[in-house]
Every structure is written in structure tokens, then in C-alpha cells.
């Protein structure tokens, strides 16, 4: 049922021409395919990867509570300016990823930049802590938005019982895992459907509060900058609220590998995304203070509800089941992109060989797609997820600020590399600096979170000595890792 990959193509840098203690050699570049092996297909056009990256990006977040960013901020029109700096900023970040993407066409995402300029310890360093913590949490609290919503019309009167949610969101998790594992051409369908209903639902919320600002109804955004003064404190705060609403933008450079023509195809498909969700954000922000206030958007526990009751009425019903839609596309968005991670460590020897085996006649990376279930059930029902979510939400932004410095640092070391595509330096320069900047601001205003993120973060160093380096395991455990 299953079979170990063969590589098809991957960048032709120093780290993956050889083989070295503990990790697997990857092909050369060159190679390809033979007749008759498994491989994943090139099945992600230019509209299924706009869909990747939209469905991942719009979440739960913009309709339910952008308050975190006006509650830092203290003013509707600097909340506007972060919103629209931080979408700025997002598309500095995908056009670097995308500079990434043409030039190494591997699959894997951060994990593959990061082990093509640093080497094999940062890169399992990001492995092990995406696979253990952040995606089983990150999904177990996007699906857990699903099942809340997707039961609201159901509870209209009533709190909706913890343990429903709960077991609502078991059946969307495995779902998605079922979907993923079974054909990439439906996931990426459903999903090009979900990114539909997503848009549709800012639609929703746009076209009313446009209809809002023709009659008038401009008296939340008079004396706009006036209110609470941004504190040093908040303002990293309301940044790291704006990047989370944003990320996703990376997802597409997971799946490099199954992407049809991706020097064209990644940076257009990166900018068109990039534009859309900047331009979507910050109007359905305005749209939201043309009929409520900032203190009032401050007590709503859901701004797109609280927004549809007032000016929809009944339709204001299909609020939660358009945001529970929009919660199951970034579930299946994520899914979908960071099996590719696990599939291409296993790949290069960080992680057990059956990740990276696919499955004959699905061609999909089953294994990588089903070890993340146990982990997501296990977070979903014992977990405290959203403090897990804030001690690591920094080592996010840390790694995603060493690629974008490690596309600074190839220019120099291997400034004959291929490049499809090039950003100007200052926006790799920016980018990385920003990120680096929110994470040491980070460990400023919250030091205990941030602390124990990054002692959690830290364990992947004995991790890698121990399952990878070492080479005298026992027989058994070196069966276990597939060595």
C-alpha cells in the first residue's frame, strides 16, 4: 500500500549534494523520476495554490476578534494602519519565500530553506517543534472555531456544551485527515470551494459597511487616531495579532514539488493571494466600525456576528456557518501543506522513514498526513492550547525571520544559484529585522511565556543528538526511526 518516495527535484545546494552523519542523501537535482515509481503528481495549478493560500490564511480571526490588534493600538485609526502595515509587510515576506521557492524547488517549506543555509540542526530544530507542539495545537484550536460555530445556529439560546464542541471538532479534524490522506485533486477542490465561501463571507461584511459609509455613517471614524496612546508594550503586542491574522502566506512553498510550472506559478500566486487578503482585511475592518464602535467591537465576543445582527437580521444565521466553512479551509490548508514538512524530513533522515513513504494509488504522503491526528486529539481534549500557542508563537516568527536572513545569506555564499525570481535586498533586510525585532520585544513584555517557548523549542537540540547524530542505538529503536 505504501512505497518510499523518489526525490523529483530539489535544489542543487551544498547540504543536500551529500550525505553526512545521521541523515539520509538526497539526488542530485538532475535526477528524475524513473518509469514506474512512486511519486506526489504536479496536480497544484495557479488557481489551487491562490486557494492554498487564501483557505489558509482567512481563518476565525478576522471575524471574530480583531479587537486584539484596536485593544494594543487604543485608536480605530492606528488599529487601521496596523492591519494595512502588517499586510505590507506579510507580502515582503511572501515574495522572499516565493525568491525561495524558484530557486529551491523542494518541498518542505521552512524546514527545507533553513537546512539549505544553516544545516541540519536549526532545520530539525523547526521540524520537531512544528510536529510535537505547534501544528497539533494550531489545528486543534482553528477546528475547535469550527466546532463552536458550525453548532451556533443549533444553541441560539443557549451555551453550547463544551464536551459537543469538542466531539464536533473530533469529526471535522478526522475529516480533514481522511480527505487529505485520500486524494490531493479533492483537497485541493474542497478547498478552492472553502476559499469561495470565505470570500463570500467578507463580501458579506464589505458590501454593507460600503452601503454604511454612502449614507453617511462615518461618526466611528471622526477624531480616528485620538483615544488610548499606543504603549511600547502594546504596539508588538497589536503587530503579533496583525502577522498571526496574516500567516499562511507561506503554505504554498510546502508543497513546491506538486506545483505546475513553479517559477511562473509561486510568485503569482503569492502576490494575487497577498493582495486580495490585505485589500479583504482592511476593508471588512472598516466595514465593522461603520456600525460599531470601538468599545463596543471591544466586548463582542465575535465582531462578525455582533456586525450581521445588526444590519442582516435573519440572515445574520449564516454568519457562523460561512466562519465555521472558513475555519474548515484553514484546517485543511494546514493539513494539506505541513504533511509536506514531515514528508520531506523523513525524507532527509530527521524523521522516521515512514513519513516520507506515499501511498500507491493515492499518491498522497499518508503516513505524514496521519501522524498528526493522535497528537491534534490529544491537545484537543487535554491541552491548555492557547497558552501552548503563546509560548510558541514567538519561535514562529524566529524561524521565519532565519529563512528570510538565510535568502540574504545565500546571495552571498552561492550568488550563481538560479533565481527565477528576485526580490530588491532591502525587502528580505526589512522583513527579517522585523521579525527578529517582535521576537526580542516579545521576550521584553512577556517574559515568562516567551521563556518557557523557548526552553520547549531548546529540547530539539538533545533531540537531534540523540535520534540523529547518535549512532549506536539499540537495534530495536534503530528499526523504530526506519534506519
Not at 28 to 39: E, F, I, L, N, P
Not at 381 to 389: C, T, V
Request: aromatic share 12%.
Amino acid at each position: 500500500m505504501l512505497r518510499k518516495a523518489t526525490v523529483t527535484t530539489v535544489s542543487n545546494g551544498s547540504y543536500l549534494q551529500g550525505q553526512a552523519n545521521g541523515r539520509l542523501p538526497s539526488m542530485d537535482s538532475r535526477q528524475t523520476a524513473q518509469a514506474g515509481k512512486v511519486v506526489l503528481k504536479k496536480k497544484v495549478t495557479l488557481l489551487r495554490g491562490i486557494s492554498i493560500i487564501i483557505g489558509t490564511i482567512i481563518g476565525a480571526g478576522i471575524f471574530i476578534s480583531p479587537k486584539g490588534i484596536l485593544k494594543n493600538t487604543g485608536s480605530v485609526g492606528m488599529s487601521l494602519t496596523v492591519w494595512t502595515v502588517c499586510g505590507i509587510l506579510s507580502l515582503f515576506g511572501a515574495l522572499c519565500y516565493a525568491e525561495l521557492g524558484t530557486c529551491i524547488k523542494k518541498s518542505g517549506g521552512h524546514y527545507t530553506y533553513i537546512l539549505e543555509a544553516f544545516g541540519p540542526l536549526p532545520a530539525f530544530v523547526r521540524v520537531w517543534v512544528e510536529l510535537l507542539i505547534i501544528r497539533p495545537a494550531a489545528t486543534a484550536v482553528i477546528s475547535l472555531a469550527f466546532g463552536r460555530y458550525i453548532l451556533e445556529p443549533f444553541f441560539m439560546q443557549c451555551e453550547i456544551p463544551e464536551l459537543a464542541i469538542k466531539l464536533i471538532t473530533a469529526v471535522g479534524i478526522t475529516l480533514v485527515m481522511v480527505l487529505n490522506s485520500t486524494s490531493v485533486s479533492w483537497s485541493a477542490r474542497i478547498q478552492i470551494f472553502l476559499t469561495f465561501c470565505k470570500l463570500v463571507a467578507i463580501l458579506i461584511i464589505i458590501v454593507p459597511g460600503v452601503i454604511q459609509l454612502i449614507k453617511g455613517e462615518t461618526q466611528h471614524f471622526k477624531n480616528a487616531f485620538s483615544g488610548n496612546d499606543a504603549s511600547v508594550m502594546g504596539l508588538p503586542l497589536a503587530f503579533y495579532s496583525g502577522m498571526y491574522a496574516y500567516s499562511g502566506w507561506f503554505y504554498l512553498n510546502f508543497v513546491t514539488e506538486e506545483v505546475e510550472n513553479p517559477e511562473k506559478n509561486v510568485p503569482l500566486a503569492i502576490c494575487i493571494s497577498m493582495l486580495i487578503v490585505t485589500v479583504g482585511y482592511v476593508l471588512t475592518n472598516v466595514a465593522y466600525f461603520t456600525t460599531i464602535s470601538a468599545g463596543e467591537l471591544l466586548l463582542s465576543k465575535a465582531v462578525a456576528v455582533t456586525f450581521a445582527e445588526r444590519l442582516m437580521g435573519n440572515f445574520s444565521l449564516a454568519v457562523p456557518v460561512l466562519v465555521a466553512l472558513s475555519c474548515f479551509g484553514s484546517m485543511n490548508g494546514g493539513i494539506f501543506a505541513v504533511s509536506r514538512m514531515f514528508f520531506v524530513a523523513s525524507r532527509e533522515g530527521h524523521l522516521p522513514e515512514i513519513l516520507s513513504m506515499i501511498h500507491v494509488r493515492k499518491h498522497t504522503p499518508l503516513p505524514a498526513v496521519i501522524v498528526l491526528h493522535p497528537l491534534t486529539m490529544i491537545m484537543l481534549f487535554n491541552g491548555d492550547l492557547y497558552s501552548l500557542l503563546n509560548f510558541l508563537s514567538f519561535a514562529r516568527w524566529l524561524f521565519i525571520g532565519l529563512v528570510v536572513a538565510g535568502l540574504i545569506y545565500l546571495r552571498y555564499k552561492r550568488p550563481d544559484m538560479p533565481r527565477p525570481f528576485k526580490v530588491p535586498l532591502f525587502i528580505p533586510a526589512l522583513f527579517s529585522f522585523t521579525c527578529l525585532f517582535m521576537v526580542a520585544l516579545s521576550l521584553y513584555s512577556d517574559p515568562v511565556n516567551t521563556g518557557i517557548g523557548f526552553a520547549i523549542t531548546l529540547t530539539g537540540v538533545p533531540a537531534y543528538y540523540l535520534f540523529i547524530v547518535w549512532d549506536k542505538k539499540p537495534k530495536r529503536f534503530r528499526k523504530l526511526l526506519g534506519k
